[in-house]
Structure formats: C-alpha cells, structure tokens
C-alpha cells in the first residue's frame, strides 16, 4: 500500500522545477518601484503587469515580487507568447520573506455620519445613531452593476473589513424563514416550471420594505439541494404574499409527497433592515455605501469594496508557468483562471474573497499545490483535464490543499473541488464548512483520496461529502484512504458520505474512513460494477446503502433527458476501442438486466457500532447475484482499536479484525490530509 502511495505523490518532485530552475531573465516589482525603470532589483517596476509584459518571448523568465498591496484596476493576463519552457519555466513568485497580496478592491476612506433623512427609513433605531456613509462618487461603475432578477451568484460588489466579508443588509440575521402556504408553485400540470412563484409569509414584517429598492429572497424553494436567488415583483400586505420576478428552476413548494423539510429562505439587499454591526447596504442610484461599522473607531480598520470584473489572474494558451507565494484577495469574479494550459503550477497560495469560484484549471498537467482558499462566493477549485472520447488523461491535480468555507453565495452545486474530464486529481486536502458537497466529479479515471473530509452539508439534504451520479460511462474513478466524518443530516434523505447517485457505475471506494455520518456512509443509488472494499465504519446511522431505483421509483424517467444513460453511452462510443477495451463490462451493459444494480462487491468492509447496509427493492433480490462477503459488524469494545474515543481508529495489532476479515487492510491515516513533505 505504502509504495502505491509514494507512486501517487511523486509527481510532485517533477514540478518543483516550477520554482528551482534557473530561468533566461529576472525581474523586481516594488510598491515603490516604476513600470518606466528597467525592472532590476535597484530599479524594480511598480506593477506585475508590466513585468510579464517585459518577459513576453523570452522563453521563460523569473519575476520576483516584493511586499506590498497591489491593488488590481483589471486583471493580470498571461498567454501563449509568455511560455517557458521546461528547463526554463515562467514563474512569478513573491520575493524572499515577501508578503504579496493582489488585491481586487478599492479601499474606502472619509465616512461620515448619515444624516437623519437618510437613514429615516431603517427599522432599529439604534442603527439610525451608528450607520456611516461612504460616498463613493470615485468608484467605477462595475461596483454598481445590479444584479438580474434571478441568480446563484450575486453580480455585485462585495464589503470587507480587515479581510472579513460584511453581510449585505438581510432580513432574518442569521437563520431562515419558512413559507407560510404556496400560492402558485409555477408548474404547469407537467411539472415543469412555466412561471414565476407566489407564497405567502406569516410575519407582515416586508411591508416595511420598499421594494423598489431591489429586494432579493435567497432559498431553498422546492429541493434542499437547489439553492437560488429571486427579485421580488409584488408584495401585498393584506394577505402576506410574494410574486416573484424570475421562474424558480423547481417551483415553490416540495414536489415529492416524503420532502417535508420547510421551504425556507430569507431576504437580502434590504434597506430597511439595515441593523446590526458588520451590515451594508449599496445606494447604486446615489453612488452611496451605507454601513453599520463592526467597531467603535472604523479608521483603525481597512474597509475595501471589490471593484474588479476580472480574474485577477489569468493564464490563457500557456506553456509551462509557476506562480508561488502570492496572496489573491477579493474580485467580483474568479480569483486564478488557467485555461488550455500545459504544465501550469499554483504552488503556496492564498485565494480568499472572491465573488465566484477560487481557482479553475483547464488543461493537462495543470494544478495547485500547499494553497489555501476560502471565502469563496462559489467553488475552491475546479479540475478539468483530458478528452472523454480518447480517455486521454489530463493529469490535472489539487493536492494539499486547505479550503473552507467557500459556497458561501452559490450554496449548492459549488464544491471545494469538482473534477471533470479523465484522469485527474485531488488528494491530500483539508476541507470543511459549507453548505453543501466538499467534492463533486464527473468524468473518468480521477483519483480522490487522503483528504480530510468534515462539517459539509450543513443546510442541505438528498448530498454526498462526495458526489456523482446519473451516468453509466463515469467510470473508473477511484475514491480511497479518505477521511469522511462529523457531518449531521437533515430532510428524509440526508447527507451521505460517498453518494454514488441516479446509477453512477464502475467506481471504486476502497479503505476509506467513516465516522460518525449522521445519514448513509455510502449511498449505492442503483449503480452498477462498484467495488465497495476495506472501508471502516465508525458510529455511522447507517453503513451501506444499495437500492434498485433505476427498476424502481426512477423507471418512469429512464430515458428522458439527463435520465439518458444509454444516450450517454452512445456519444462516447461505449461499445468500440478505447472504451470497449477499458470498460468490456459497460460494452455489454444492455445484454443483462441494465436497470438492477449488478456487478458490484461489497467486500471486507469493517462496520463498528453501525448498522452494516440497507437494501432497498429489487436490490434485495440481486443480493445472491452480487459478490457481498467477509463483511463483519461490531461493537468499538469488539473491534479494539487503539484510541477511538479520541479519535484514532486505528486496530490495535492483536485485534481480532485481522483474523476476522481475511486479507483486511490498515487505512494509511498518517498520510490523510495536508503534508509539509508534499512541497517540494
């Protein structure tokens, strides 16, 4: 096991040349410095752009940046033309004990005290006597851009002070509120959404609101994995009702008889509950900010209003490119974007304050390393690598990563990592706090393992820790030696640790550790050809889940739309080379019973004060067709590992797992998680 895992981890050396090699040109970029100096340690340019147009056909070169705040009026971009080459890599990287932060805001001075008329309309009276106003007669117009009446992630500026992120101005504070009755769900009799919504509310507190200021209700409208974001057309205070602006994507309202969770939402960008310390409110008619300050005297603190578009960073059409030690704070948009690159190293980063997403990386051979990201609107870091119908791998990776705290804005569907493509990578990351999945993949032969994976799904239900599904052709992924624990679960289906959903098939989950999973540790949902071996279950609600849904409640969708497995088969090419030959068992998935979930073993799984599996329907009947066996439950006094009560799960040597579960072998937890010898 041990040299399947340094085999894993030595990619890591061949990319340290990123920042070891010697490189064709070096040049300084200083605070202090002059973009019209020649860029030398005694004459550094004053901005990193201006560096990386001096680098252009030089074949590579060394930028090296010394400590300061750059603050970004658009972002920096690098191309085909900016490539190094292998023994010779482009890097920019941030000087010697340097602290760089690219920075995508403008920092806000001269508040004053709002003036009685200005604040008339704010319901707290105390807020009346503390908001300040900064007028913002000097900011650029993107800052005032509106958002549209229906969204995931908010087109607009963001507040921070002393790097924390200020809410806008909502309604209640912290929590939801729930729908009183729905009024029109907007389906039509088939279902589909055709309109837009209208519910009531039992508190007649929105008749405070002027909504023609532009009020938005952010929600969990039907499903408690579809969050989004409405205008507000109408309020009518006699009864309580909404109509919204924009159709929801599900309607209003649960559409399945056993989703009884409360359709819950709350309201933002409203003026009038301006009322707390820490709360803003943008005037993008007046040009004016309106801010409840956090503490008694604000010039002790740095107040910045992103202002920028653009990623701050992107890397287009480029060859062989390292960027190491830098710190990315707050864009409206995405903080690094590397598109259709080639062997493009992120390496000991900070990525925090972003409207959108952290990272993204398309390419082959692409990645980042030791960086943490947090604060995110949207996802951490998105991997897409390599060529579906060639099975080509991208080798695209995030390894050793911190992130937290990201889906802050797009709450579902906004992982810390999401793979695509084939043969790609995430291993080795801490990840925590978010509403909804740390990990979701789609895609080929990725490998997903060492990460510690923990407080997740906090407001969603029907989600994995990590999640796939809906596709027959997914396949060989390989989900191992992860950490999954501390995850509480809401609605009737809850929060799994692995979801394998809607017949995702030909994956397999091998020696990864469960603990204390308030819903399935895994969910099997009628797939197919997944080897489910040596994973430990600790004090989980349920171990293993297996159903036949595809055959069951799920057949009368077989077929349609994303419901297309066979479809999906078909625009690969599933029964011709490579597929065939890499995949024999899809090729003939039609000539065996292809709705019951065959082909997969469960095997050596060790399950320890957890109920070991549900099987649900017909997968009861395929059971005696399934390879199921060398499974063993137990009590934690039973299995007798070392310290479970504080936490290491680890079998002591004279356990009687061993002899129990022929051929058991230990998890390598030692190795789980963020490693200070993964940097080279």
């Known amino acids: 096991m041990l040299s399947c895992l340094c085999r894993s981890l030595c990619v890591l050396s061949i990319l340290s040349l990123v920042v070891a090699s010697a490189c064709a040109a070096e040049y300084f970029v200083s605070p202090d410095g002059d973009d019209t100096a020649d860029g030398s340690t005694d004459a550094p340019f004053a901005t990193i752009a201006r560096a990386i147009s001096a680098v252009e056909g030089s074949g590579g070169g060394t930028i090296n940046v010394q400590s300061g705040d750059y603050f970004m009026r658009e972002g920096l971009k690098i191309g085909a033309k900016h490539s190094g080459t292998a023994e010779s890599p482009l890097v920019i990287r941030a000087a010697d004990g340097a602290e760089v932060t690219l920075v995508g805001g403008k920092v806000l001075t001269g508040a004053r005290a709002a003036t009685e008329q200005e604040v008339a309309d704010l319901i707290s009276a105390e807020a009346r006597t503390r908001v300040v106003v900064f007028d913002l007669t000097d900011v650029s117009d993107a800052a005032f851009r509106s958002p549209s009446s229906s969204y995931q992630i908010r087109q607009g500026a963001e507040l921070f002070i ?16 729930t729908i009183e009755k729905v009024i029109d769900a907007g389906r039509d009799e088939s279902g589909k959404t055709v309109r837009p919504g209208q519910f009531t509310l039992e508190d007649r507190r929105p008749a405070k609101w002027k909504l023609e200021r532009g009020v938005w209700l952010a929600g969990y409208w039907c499903h408690d994995w579809s969050f989004e974001t409405l205008r507000v057309e109408t309020y009518d205070a006699t009864d309580g009702s909404f109509k919204m602006q924009g159709v929801h994507n599900y309607g209003i309202g649960p559409s399945k008889s056993w ?34 300050p956090p503490s008694e005297d604000l010039s002790k603190s740095r107040v910045m209003l992103t202002t ?6 992107t890397i287009d059409g480029a060859k062989h490119v390292g960027v190491a030690g830098l710190t990315f704070d707050g864009s409206m948009s995405t903080g690094i974007e590397v598109r259709r690159c080639e062997d493009v190293e992120l390496r000991n980063l900070t990525v925090r304050n972003m409207t959108r997403s952290g990272v993204r990386i398309e390419g082959r051979r692409c990645g980042i390393v030791a960086s943490e990201i947090h604060n995110v609107g949207s996802s951490g870091v998105g991997l897409r690598g390599g060529d579906r119908r060639s099975l080509l791998a991208g ?45 979701l993949y789609g895609g080929n032969e990725h490998t997903i393992e060492l990460n510690d994976i923990h407080h997740v799904a906090l407001e969603t239900s029907d989600v994995g820790a990590i999640y796939t599904g809906r596709d027959w052709t997914s396949r060989g992924n390989v989900l191992r030696w992860n950490y999954i624990h501390d995850l509480n679960s809401m609605g009737a289906v809850g929060t799994s640790g692995i979801y394998l959903d809607d017949c995702d098939s030909g994956d397999r989950l091998v020696g990864n550790l469960f603990v204390n999973i308030g819903g399935r540790a895994i969910l099997v949902g009628g797939g197919r050809d997944n080897d ?11 171990g293993i889940h297996l159903d036949d849904r595809a055959a069951g409640w799920a057949a009368s969708h077989f077929g ?16 011709n080379p490579p597929w065939s030959d890499r995949y024999p068992r899809l090729a003939r998935i039609l000539d065996e019973d292809p709705l019951l979930p065959l082909g997969n073993r469960i095997q050596r799984n060790l399950f320890v004060d957890t109920p070991m599996w549900l099987f649900h329907g017909k997968a009861k009947e395929v059971v005696p067709r399934l390879t199921v066996k060398d499974n063993l439950e137990v009590t934690a006094d039973a299995a007798e590992m070392i310290d479970a009560e504080n936490g290491d799960y680890r079998l002591k040597k004279d356990s009687p797992v061993w002899e129990k579960i022929p051929g058991f072998k230990a998890i390598p937890v030692e190795h789980i998680g963020p490693r200070e010898s993964l940097v080279p």
């Open 560 to 575: 349609k739309g994303s419901w297309d497995l066979v479809g999906k088969c078909k625009a690969v090419d599933y029964q």
């Open 308 to 313: 920028l578009t653009d990623p701050i960073l």
């Open 395 to 439: 080798e695209c990776y995030a390894v050793g990563c911190h992130i937290h705290h990201f889906s802050r804005l797009q709450k579902t569907y906004a992982p810390a990592i999401g793979l695509g493509g084939v043969g790609n990578r995430a291993a080795n990351c801490h990840i925590h706090d978010a509403p909804h999945a740390a990990i």
């Open 532 to 542: 489910i071996v040596g994973n430990v279950f600790v004090n989980c609600r349920y």
């Open 162 to 177: 002393d790097g924390r992120r200020m809410p806008i101005a909502r309604w209640p504070n912290d929590d939801y509120v």
């Open 259 to 292: 989703n009884k969770h409360p359709r819950r939402f709350y309201a933002e960008n409203v003026f009038e509950e301006l009322d707390r310390p820490g709360e803003w409110w943008l005037d993008r008619e007046g040009r004016r900010l309106f801010l409840y």
